[in-house]
């Protein structure tokens, strides 16, 4: 399974930006697909996690961010609203689930490449 994340770019403090994140491959299935992110000299954080039910947002981002997930189209996505500078940082999209390698049932934990939000005036 490979996740593809797109979407960043630069934006100025109470911007708003959405980010995607496309899911590909054979036979699988997802549970979880969250969103992280990692500002420079920091650890990478959880920023927001969906299951088919439940979504999780970090303090820092709740009420301004959103996560939701498109299952047909195998897609999560996270609008991002009043953006500020601290939201600086690569964000990075995570999926966990099942899929089949070689006819055996198989849990997968997936990172995409990142995708850079700058806040800035």
């Known amino acids: 399974v490979q996740l593809q994340a797109s979407g960043g770019g630069l934006v100025q403090p109470g911007g708003s930006l959405t980010l995607s994140c496309a899911a590909s491959g054979s036979a699988f299935s997802i549970d979880v697909m969250g969103w992280y992110r990692q500002a420079p000299g920091k650890q990478r954080e959880a920023v927001a996690t969906?299951?088919?039910?439940?979504?999780n947002y970090a303090d820092s981002v709740k009420g301004r961010f959103t996560i939701s997930r498109d299952n047909a189209k195998n897609m999560a996505y996270l609008q991002m609203n009043n953006l500020k500078p601290e939201d600086t940082a690569v964000y990075y999209c995570?999926?966990?689930?099942?899929?089949?390698?070689?006819?055996?049932?198989?849990?997968?934990?997936?990172w995409g490449q990142g995708t850079l939000v700058t806040v800035s005036s």
């Open positions: 995570r999926a966990r689930g099942r899929t089949v390698v070689r006819g055996t049932d198989t849990l997968f934990d997936h």
């Open positions: 969906a299951t088919n039910d439940i979504t």
